[in-house]
């Protein structure tokens, strides 16, 4: 496999830095762009003088600066987006302009070079689906436009629709990806994931803050896997004008998920139900359960994930017990 010069938006986040790091072990050049919104420069630090890493503190809209970047690059992973449950609930708005704007810069300055785009989208948009595992041919059913929480879920789809209409219309391509919750090192509790969060409050001996009765279930992936399927899905010929799930299938109800967290922390906290009412803003809904089907990338690239939950849990722990991050 060639070289190849990569722009990843997004790259200081807490996905893209690991992709950053795995395509310069890869041997390929990296541009990141980021606002440093919910992304750190800290993500990054350890690549400050690496030759092949080049970085931009810029909005994914500022499009001369895109533009400067992408004529250089011959692959861009846009994985730059407002995340987190509780950003969207609180800024809807900037939500909303932030995922359907950006995608919509990213593909037409990507057309103007013919980059190859792979473009993040997330198990969100499964929405209240009920036939599990989640498979990429199911159909969607989203709640009510008055209720923020569903304007990501809508916005990551009009992404979809818009990267695999450039690949249809224009030959552009365009592989969309659909992530699952992802764990490991660098990704902060900040935004409410619910791992940092409880393994931070697990390590200072507080209560572990369990949502509802925790009987609601998620299957976590290691970030070291969920890269190494971007980076597979961004090299293969087939992979283009395809939809693909990326995640883990192991499940785990949160309540479980607590109690395997205060061991891995030898931790003395209790467990604290905190009612939904109490958790979210009024009219949140939270999904009983979230299953990846993973056969399609499985049969494209032979893509499993491959590290377990507790061994997710120790690297976390570890890296929050040294650099004191929350
Ligand atoms: N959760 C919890 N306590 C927390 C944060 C989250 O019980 O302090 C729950 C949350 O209600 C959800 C699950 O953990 O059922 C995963 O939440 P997260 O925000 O990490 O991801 P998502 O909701 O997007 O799957």
Redesign the pocket.
């Known amino acids: 496999m060639s070289d190849r010069n990569i722009l990843i938006t997004g790259g200081a986040g807490f996905i893209g830095s690991h992709l950053a790091d795995l395509f310069l072990e890869q041997g390929h050049t990296v541009f990141v762009i980021d606002n440093l919104s919910t992304g750190r420069l800290q993500n990054l630090q350890h690549l400050n003088h690496h030759p092949r890493f080049h970085f931009a503190r810029a909005d994914i809209l500022n499009e001369p600066v895109l533009d400067r970047i992408m004529s250089q690059c011959q692959i861009v992973v846009h994985l730059a987006a407002a995340v987190?449950?509780?950003l969207i609930v609180d800024r809807p708005v900037h939500t909303i302009e932030t995922n359907v704007m950006g995608s919509e810069v990213v593909l037409h300055t990507a057309l103007r070079y013919g980059c190859r785009v792979l473009l993040a989208s997330?198990?969100?948009v499964y929405g209240k689906g009920t036939r599990f595992p989640f498979n990429e041919a199911d159909d969607v059913l989203l709640g009510p436009t008055d209720k923020s929480r569903w304007a990501y879920a809508a916005s990551k789809m009009i992404d979809e629709f818009l990267g695999l209409a450039y690949f249809q219309e224009y030959g552009l391509p365009v592989v969309p990806f659909r992530l699952?919750?992802t764990v490991g090192p660098r990704q902060t509790?900040h935004?409410?994931?619910?791992?940092p969060?409880?393994m931070s409050?697990a390590i200072r001996n507080e209560p572990?803050?369990?949502?509802?009765d925790?009987s609601?279930?998620?299957c976590f992936c290691d970030v070291q896997d969920v890269v190494g399927a971007i980076a597979g899905l961004a090299m293969h010929p087939d992979a283009p004008g395809k939809l693909f799930n990326i995640g883990n299938t192991e499940e785990i109800s949160?309540l479980e998920?607590?109690k395997m967290i205060r061991d891995t922390a030898k931790s003395k906290s209790e467990i604290r139900l905190?009612p939904?009412a109490d958790?979210?803003p009024s009219g949140f809904e939270?999904?009983?359960r979230?299953i990846p089907d993973i056969s399609r990338i499985n049969m494209l690239l032979g893509w499993n994930p491959k590290i377990s939950l507790r061994e997710v849990l120790v690297r976390v722990r570890d890296w929050l017990e040294i650099t004191g991050q929350e």
């Open positions: 987190g449950v509780k997330t198990s969100e699952f919750n509790g935004y409410g994931m619910v791992i969060r409880l409050q572990l803050t369990v949502y509802g925790g609601q279930s998620r949160i998920l607590a905190v939904y958790a979210y939270d999904m009983q979230r």
